[in-house]
Nanobody, 123 residues
Framework: QVQLVESGGGLVQAGGSLRLSCAAS????????MAWFRQAAGKEREIVAS????????VYADSVKGRSTISRDDAKNTVYLQMNSLKPEDTAVYYC????????????????WGQGTQVTVSS
């Protein structure tokens, strides 16, 4: 498994932007599909975006499509989530996750998780 550490969260006004980063340990990062999930207070954890090993295939939740971009830099063992035009409903704890099996939206298929980073969007 890889160890994951997120950074880049914070407080931002509606319409603003944030870039989240997730640094992974280990030498096999490139073999993992990576994803960003989020969990708002009182709600279930949901997929935001995922990126397949190789970086050529990405998937986005409808709620962020067109506003967010997931990318990865295998040389730096890092995955990013650029979020633009942020809305108050984007407020949540954002988690980075890694899977060797799938880049799907299924939480159960991800075997490594970061500790989360809080994103708060004020109206």
């Amino acid at each position: 498994q890889v160890q994951l550490v997120e950074s880049g969260g914070g407080l931002v006004q509606a319409g603003g932007s944030l870039r989240l980063s997730c640094a992974a340990s280990g030498r096999t990062f490139s073999t993992y599909a990576m994803a960003w999930f989020r969990q708002a207070a009182g709600k279930e954890r949901e997929i935001v975006a995922s990126i397949k090993w190789g970086g050529r295939t990405t998937v986005y939740a409808d709620s962020v499509k067109g506003r967010s971009t997931i990318s990865r830099d295998d040389a730096k063992n890092t995955v990013y989530l650029q979020m633009n035009s942020l809305k108050p409903e984007d407020t949540a704890v954002y988690y980075c996750a890694a899977s060797r099996r799938s880049y799907s939206s299924n939480v159960r298929l991800y075997e490594s998780w970061g500790q989360g980073t809080q994103v708060t969007v004020s109206s």
